[in-house]
T-cell receptor, first 112, second 114 residues
Framework: NSKVIQTPRYLVKGQGQKAKMRCIPE?????VFWYQQNKNNEFKFLINFQNQEVLQQIDMTEKRFSAECPSNSPCSLEIQSSEAGDSALYLC??????????FGEGSRLIVV | AQKVTQTQTSISVMEKTTVTMDCVYE???????LFWYKQTASGEIVFLIRQDSYKKENATEGHYSLNFQKPKSSIGLIITATQIEDSAVYFCAMRGYGNEKITFGAGTKLTIKP
């Protein structure tokens, strides 16, 4: 069973609505990754953190996507204004060193 | 930039046989890490095995082993004595030493027939 906890498992949002997903990494893992997996199973890297600091992220210049990993709180990924193309499985993974990843079960977003 | 290519979209084999899945990668980093994961029908993603580029010996883990051919930038996954429950989508991934991002291939769907 996965030790990375993602909530909610499913999200249904209307276009333009905000969507927020949370992730509790495996205990003791300081590195957290977010990926978007589309219907073709392709993984798109979004962002990763070490503790609260961003290590690397895609160009989020659209500003619709934001993410954080505050101290002593779950990490989160938020889409400010959902679009149909955002429908996907959002995967959170944690890691001890930034190498081997341990994935949560994902949050499936459907934008209607 | 990193790139991972899995050319086999799907493979089907009989139970208890051996299967090899191909993966080639591109990186400018002299040191890098290679991984294989599997995603089951339920969506669960499980880490299987890892190869560090500086290690000459092929990694093995249970009935998984790797065929690491560094000059060809190739990291094949070998599953021996396959079981029905090995049916899944298998992803190859890599991380260059100077890169914080882990890049995944498009996946190979493996079906094990009874």
């Amino acid at each position: 069973n996965s030790k990375v906890i993602q909530t909610p498992r499913y999200l249904v949002k209307g276009q333009g609505q905000k969507a927020k997903m949370r992730c509790i990494p495996e205990k003791g893992h300081p590195v957290v990754f977010w990926y978007q997996q589309n219907k073709n199973n392709e993984f798109k890297f979004l962002i990763n953190f070490q503790n609260q600091e961003v290590l690397q992220q895609i160009d989020m210049t659209e500003k619709r996507f934001s993410a954080e990993c505050p101290s002593n709180s779950p990490c989160s990924l938020e889409i400010q204004s959902s679009e149909a193309g955002d429908s996907a499985l959002y995967l959170c993974a944690s890691s001890l060193s930034g190498n081997t990843l341990y994935f949560g079960e994902g949050s499936r977003l459907i934008v209607v | 930039a990193q790139k991972v290519t899995q050319t086999q979209t799907s493979i089907s084999v009989m139970e208890k046989t051996t299967v090899t899945m191909d993966c080639v990668y591109e990186t400018r980093d002299s040191s890098y890490f290679l991984f294989w994961y599997k995603q089951t029908a339920s969506g669960e993603i499980v880490f299987l095995i890892r190869q560090d580029s500086y290690k000459k010996e092929n990694a093995t883990e249970g009935h998984y082993s790797l065929n690491f051919q560094k000059p060809k930038s190739s990291i094949g996954l070998i599953i021996t004595a396959t079981q029905i429950e090995d049916s899944a989508v298998y992803f190859c991934a890599m991380r260059g030493y100077g890169n914080e991002k882990i890049t995944f291939g498009a996946g190979t769907k493996l079906t094990i027939k009874p």
